[in-house]
């Protein structure tokens, strides 16, 4: 293993240090839109590569989205739906059987 000779002093680790620059990334303009895009990338405000639409992550998700919840929607409509009604019908029926029993008791009772 290779160890250093002497130690590195405070003007030596500076003046090694001044050469470290950020360099600014290489950006064309997007013939689409107009923004500034990274070179050999798609443009990430349109998604638009060499002036042609590559990219549509975004509406295609939306979509998805929209899809999943219009089902979701649906099942859980549809299943209340269809409980309500037998909800109505368990009482309707319930209903017509007390109201049947009421009318043989009345029917009994004119008899009498
Ligand atoms: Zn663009």
Known sequence: MAVPKKRTGHSAQGKRRANWKATKPETTICSNCGEPVLTH?????????????VS?????????????????ATKKS????EAKVEEVKEEAVEETSE???EEEKEDKSVEE
């Open 41 to 53: 990338t798609v443009c990430t405000a349109c998604g638009h590569y060499k002036g042609e639409p």
């Open 56 to 72: 549509l992550k975004d509406k295609k998700v939306e979509v998805k989205e929209e899809k999943k919840t219009a089902k979701k």
């Open 78 to 81: 549809t299943k209340k739906a």
């Open 99 to 101: 109201e049947v029993k």
